[in-house]
């Protein structure tokens, strides 16, 4: 038991960065009904935007670049970590603009633009930085690692699981205790209610777009040290985050969360034991679920479903 504490800890973590990756893609889908397939690009891109900060000498106007330099690491890696998600919000809000055309026509249109729009993400970030790998500089005070329990542990782990614990609380608060989370949940369950309540549905679209994409930046530039920056990281987060939702219920915010717990812990303790299959363990957890509950664990009866 004591050498399955390393894996324990290792799937805690990797569930509460899928659960955040899968949050912004169910808001999408759940309020929407629509499947952003541009939510992996948006996820690399976010890491990419904040090795734009923290990495080499940004080309910014005489003096400006030299005073973003003269900062603390761990003060640009804090901002990085606020204004990559927001320059990413801002072109989510693009492509929500290009996927109005595709409301109320087949949800295949939406597929097809959102799939191009991660084509063109993807082939952006190739002709700016290139097809190498970087690795995200991170603060001396949440790099390296320490020794408990007779284990060399990584510092950077437990950080990045508590950012994601904190930006998930932060998006509970803002769907639970505000008024737009209200209308967000009420517009998941009935649009055209909210509509008729004198809301505009336009503005609470591009709302919890903007969330949705923020929360994907932000779990890039939290992930990019663990799992490295390269232009096809996208595509390892997405696969993952669809999987949740509907392991966890189309809409349901905890179904997400605990469904990406539970899919973090199978990965970590089947790494344990045969790690070839610890990627395939979660298909498995998935077609197991199903099986038995088809809309998920904490799903209710959607427009999506057939």
Known sequence: MFTLIPFLINGLTLGLLFALIALGFMLIVGVMEQINLAHGSLFALGAYVAYALLGPPLPLPAGVGEWWAGLPLGLRYALALVVAPCIVGLLGILIEQGMRRTYGKDPLFGLLLTFGAAMVIEDVIRSIWGTRDYILPTPDAISGGFIALNLIWSTYRFFAAFAAAV???LTW?????????????????????????????????????????????????????????????????????FLIIVLGGVGSFWGAVIAGLMVGMVIGLTAAYASEWSLLSMYILLIVVVTFRSRGLFGKKSILEA
């Open 173 to 241: 608060l803002l769907i639970e205790r505000t008024r737009f989370g209200a209308v967000i949940k009420a517009g998941a369950h009935d649009s055209e209610m909210v509509r008729a309540l004198g809301y505009d549905l336009a503005k609470l679209r591009i709302g919890v777009f903007a969330i949705g994409t923020m929360l994907a930046a932000a779990a890039g530039v939290i992930m990019a040290p663990i799992w490295g920056i390269r232009p096809h990281m996208g595509v390892d987060a997405v696969i993952p985050a």
């Open 167 to 169: 930006f998930i609380l």
